[in-house]
T-cell receptor, first 111, second 118 residues
Framework: QQPVQSPQAVILREGEDAVINCSSS?????VHWYRQKHGEAPVFLMI?????EQKGHEKISASFNEKKQQSSLYLTASQLSYSGTYFC????????????FGTGTSLTVIP | GAVVSQHPSWVICKSGTSVKIECRSL??????MFWYRQFPKQSLMLMAT?????????EQGVEKDKFLINHASLTLSTLTVTSAHPEDSSFYIC??????????????FGPGTRLTVL
């Protein structure tokens, strides 16, 4: 049930771009993206809904391919504050009674 | 934005004792709350889904009798770790979904509880 993310880890220099991918073996109705700093709770970044609707922060972009059951998060002109672990997540269809986080991607931005 | 509190933020207990963790939605009503456990350098793993007024739905492999969940009101869910052992040491996080939002909308997370069992 757990979505698989790639890459597992990435190191960037400030100003560089990165793409984080999330792939599910189950049908996706929505994909959520969160960032977590060490020892803290996840922070909401974005939700992508079936049909193309997106909700989230202006500086972050993402895509959602329903047919391929994949989503990608695009981080451009990275800043030091972008460092953390990024998780995608998805609720179960129809009921949303479960929510499964992806395997996670560790992102480190260095000066 | 909506706020979820979690208490305590950290707890250290002896093996064999029980620990209760509270999760509260402060400014919205939450029909559904989720409980997660996270081990170091791993993802958040769903333990159970808590719905107000009904029994919690546990994920496969999670012991119902060990992790007791009660969702007595639209703003409070509790997780009790009974007879805790060192392997239960972990970071426990709750999240809540706003009653007024759709099923596929944002969850709001508590700050987490660090449990250490000696």
């Amino acid at each position: 049930q757990q979505p698989v993310q790639s890459p597992q880890a990435v190191i960037l220099r400030e100003g560089e771009d990165a793409v984080i991918n999330c792939s599910s073996s189950k049908a996706l109705y929505s994909v959520h993206w969160y960032r977590q700093k060490h020892g803290e709770a996840p922070v909401f970044l974005m939700i992508l809904l079936k049909g193309g609707e997106q909700k989230g922060h202006e500086k972050i972009s993402a895509s959602f391919n329903e047919k391929k059951q994949q989503s990608s998060l695009y981080l451009t002109a990275s800043q030091l504050s972008y460092s953390g672990t990024y998780f995608c997540g998805t609720p179960t269809p129809y009921t949303g009674n479960q929510f499964y986080f992806g395997t996670g991607t560790s992102l480190t931005v260095i000066p | 934005g909506a706020v979820v509190s979690q208490h305590p933020s950290w707890v250290i207990c002896k093996s064999g004792t029980s620990v209760k963790i509270e999760c509260r939605s402060l400014d919205f009503q939450a029909t559904t709350m989720f409980w997660y456990r996270q081990f170091p350098k791993q993802s958040l793993m769903l333990m159970a889904t808590s719905n107000e007024g009904s029994k919690a739905t546990y994920e496969q492999g999670v012991e119902k009798d060990k992790f007791l969940i009660n969702h007595a009101s639209l703003t409070l869910s509790t997780l009790t770790v009974t007879s805790a052992h060192p392997e239960d040491s972990s970071f426990y996080i709750c999240s809540a979904r706003d009653l007024g939002q759709g099923l596929y909308n944002e969850q709001f997370f508590g700050p987490g509880t660090r449990l250490t069992v000696l």
